[in-house]
């Protein structure tokens, strides 16, 4: 009993300095809380072993023995979710208050043991003073949970094992020893080689440690996990260029990075600091580069690449503000995209622009609140009929453009029937409907792209004047 006794003592020091390195981590992360909150439940467990050892009489143990299931119930869930955070899966919240509610079911039924025999049919004391349980139907149920918990948390471990690298499978082979030590030994006690005696609470305490140790030997379940699960892709070079360490999301984004050539051969990799990497676009997401000096106590230096995700920042500045459509910032770059794959693909584009007439007379009449109604509904009108076709966007002002993926007669005809639509609209604020003149041309796989917007941008001008034309003329007759 001694023995046990500063066994106990020795799990009690280590958990307990281990809890407070990870509350002095400055690092934030979600496994903090598991970490701590199954720790510290893991405590409570030991606390009152510890006193169930030492205090005599039958009502103190067994007040011994309800103290410690407060922590004892919850510490297979609470490593059960660890293990989930620490792979970065999400848990729907039904299953979430299922984990939890058994536990605090199991509880009561602990704490009302002397009442009812569903947890405890019969506790007694044994010759050398520890407590013999003759376990009830709840007490079974009970264990058939954890058994259930055991079997997914390390079936969810194995499955992750595949991917990880050598350092992070150290980790994930804590985190299912940490499990299956506690398993074990309630198999045992069941088994009956244990003479009565309940010593799951010992493999719990050995589950900690497990724990415990993967903290004093790794740091809060291993910090280079964490750079590998970052969204934010990490380059660390040395002073020479040379690769010292790239996290998963760098590779994501530098596939490179990953081949053998870059990491065995320590290939020069100044080009990285280069300004062709000042932004890189993958797929749809674009990334900004930073590049910040390091170096540590031992003399050795380096740089360090960090690599954010904007493309929510860039979606919104290409985006403008009123209407919601693309703007003139975005226009030529995409109109450079898709005439060079017109070049590639031999397929038709066009650029068609579009103009409200008399726009001017509408916001000193009407006011600029409502000049904002006639542009936002044009946008509108714009973005339905066309937008299946092409990219819209808000040039300036009272000016809009298309970027049409087809010829030039589909174009004209998808304009001239936005042009019904938008003329058909009536407005609160005055009598008269608004009208807008466009014009368009389709690419010739020679001209730049500003030709090609300027021949657009003439052809809209001489529909204009031509409505103008007729205005004028129609009020003289008046």
Not at 415 to 430: G, K, V, W
Request: net charge negative; proline share 3%.
């Amino acid at each position: 009993m001694t023995v046990m006794s500063v066994t106990l003592i020795i799990g009690l020091a280590m958990t307990g300095a281990a809890v407070i390195m990870i509350l002095m981590d400055t690092h934030e992360t979600s496994l903090r809380e598991y970490a701590v909150l199954g720790l510290f439940c893991a405590i409570l467990t030991m606390i009152s072993y510890y006193v169930e050892l030492q205090t005599p009489g039958l009502a103190a143990k067994i007040d011994a023995v309800k103290f410690g299931y407060i922590g004892k119930v919850f510490v297979n869930p609470l490593l059960l979710m660890l293990a989930v955070r620490f792979y970065e899966v999400k848990v729907p919240k039904l299953w979430q208050t299922f984990i939890y509610l058994v536990p605090i079911i199991t509880l009561y039924l602990v704490f009302t043991c002397e009442r009812s025999g569903l947890y405890y049919q019969d506790i007694s004391l044994g010759p050398d003073g520890l407590l013999l349980v003759i376990p009830g139907p709840a007490y079974h149920a009970y264990v058939a949970y954890n058994t259930l918990l055991a079997m997914i948390h390390i079936s969810f471990c194995l499955y992750q094992r595949p991917r990880l690298r050598r350092r992070e499978k150290n980790n994930n082979t804590i985190l299912i020893l940490a499990n299956i030590i506690p398993f074990l030994s309630l198999m045992v006690y069941l088994a009956g080689w244990t003479k009565g005696f309940d010593i799951s609470t010992i493999g719990i305490m050995v589950g900690a440690l497990c724990v415990t140790f993967s903290i004093f030997r790794y740091g809060l379940l291993n910090k280079e996990g964490m750079l590998q699960n970052m969204a934010t892709g990490l380059i660390f070079l040395d002073g020479d260029n040379r690769l010292i360490y790239a996290n998963r999301k760098a590779v994501q984004i530098i596939p490179a990075l990953g081949t053998p050539l870059v990491r065995t051969h320590k290939l020069d990799l100044k080009q990285l600091c280069s300004e062709e990497f000042a932004s890189i676009q993958v797929g749809s997401a674009s990334y900004q580069r930073k590049i910040t000096e390091w170096s540590n106590g031992e003399g050795h230096n380096g740089k360090l690449l960090t690599f954010d995700d904007i493309t929510e920042i860039r979606a919104r500045l290409n985006r403008d503000a009123m209407t919601g459509l693309l703007n003139h910032a975005s226009f030529y770059p995409m109109l450079d995209d898709a005439m060079a794959e017109s070049k590639r693909t031999k397929q038709p584009y066009c650029v068609s622009i579009a103009d409200i007439n008399s726009f001017k007379l509408i916001n000193d009449t009407y006011g600029h609140s409502n000049g904002d109604i006639v542009l936002t509904t044009l946008a509108d009108t714009l973005y339905q009929t066309c937008g299946q076709h092409g990219d819209v966007f808000r040039y300036g002002g009272e000016e809009f453009a298309v970027i049409f993926h087809c010829g030039y007669q589909q174009a004209e005809e998808i304009m001239q029937y936005a042009l019904d639509e938008f003329s058909a609209i009536s407005y609160e604020f005055m009598d008269e409907m608004v009208s807008f003149s466009y014009g368009t041309a389709e690419y010739d796989s020679h001209e730049t792209s500003v030709d090609l917007f300027d021949r657009a941008d003439q052809l809209m001008y001489k529909r204009k004047k031509a409505f103008h034309d007729q205005e004028r003329a129609a009020q003289a007759d008046t």
